[in-house]
């Protein structure tokens, strides 16, 4: 439709004159590279109906699928200079509805992922990036700690344009509806069945109707971050987080959680208790270890960062629900 000045303008000569000069044009490009008529805005609205988030989570058996085109739904943060671009992914993964509790608690490392958000972004702790880019360094870079360029949600974009989380932030939080006077709601599945929440919930394990509170992980830097051992195969500096294994676990801290930032308790989801995850606002903010067996459709990954190209979409209201 044509945007009109004033009533009749439509008619004027000079319009008339302008519009003949452009049709003229067009049947001309018509010949060369093709020409559409099609609304601008037309284009606009079909390209912003790309960019929302569409998720998935459906039950059949004793499987959950969860299929996402890998929009995330809070939009992207406008003042971050993705270096890659967004595109629409075909994401499935698929958890166990009854998990099952190994005998130990297991480490895993990238590219597996630990979970998937509600929202269907894959919950991706472990960066690809070493100390010396030596993956058998046995120093892998914190993604908080290693300036890899996340923005306020604690995301970025994969050269394959597939968006995901490597550690979460108060944005984060915020997107997701936690508040500290409620029980979080479930925001995700671990690649081993069990339930995320995420910062607070009920401050006795077992008891739903004692206070919310902060859930904190039990990690800390060694050393209480000061300087890391002399040698050839240490990095120089202190314990400052710059490296997953700046950290340790320590039992004799008044955090709430186990190695792999995992408790039982009961939830307003599973009143009568079950093992579950936490997303802390401390390390290691998303899980690094599991409490059961992770699913094939979490392993694969993508490259490492790369380009220089950015990407801005409108936020796009969705529940996590």
Known sequence: MLNQR???????????IKKGCLAILCCFLVGVVGCSTTDS??????????????????????????????????GLDENTPYPNTLSEQTLVFKT????????????????????????????????????NNDSTSGWHIDATGGNLGLDTYGGHIQPDGTYHYHAVTDAFFTAFSIDSASHSPIVGWAADGYPIYAKYAYETALDNTS???EITSNYELKESGGARPVGDTIPEGDYDGTYIEDYEFSSGLNGDL????????????FPGGTWYYVLTGNFPYIPIKFMG?????????????SGMASYFFRHQAHSHH
């Open 6 to 16: 004033k009533k009749g303008s439509y008619f004027d000569r000079d319009f008339l």
């Open 41 to 74: 805005d037309t284009n606009s609205d079909t390209d912003s109906a790309s960019t929302e988030n569409e998720v998935s989570i459906t039950v059949s058996g004793d499987v959950r699928t969860i299929t996402s085109n890998g929009i995330p739904d809070h």
């Open 96 to 131: 166990d509805v009854t998990p099952t509790l190994n005998d130990r608690i297991a480490s895993y490392s990238e590219p597996e992922k630990f979970g998937v958000a509600t929202n269907g972004i894959p919950l991706d702790p472990f960066t690809a990036e070493y100390w």
């Open 211 to 213: 206070a919310i509170v």
């Open 258 to 269: 186990n190695e792999a930032n995992a408790r039982y308790g009961v939830t307003p989801d």
């Open 293 to 305: 067996t992770s699913d094939a459709s979490f392993k694969g990954g993508g490259p490492p960062p």
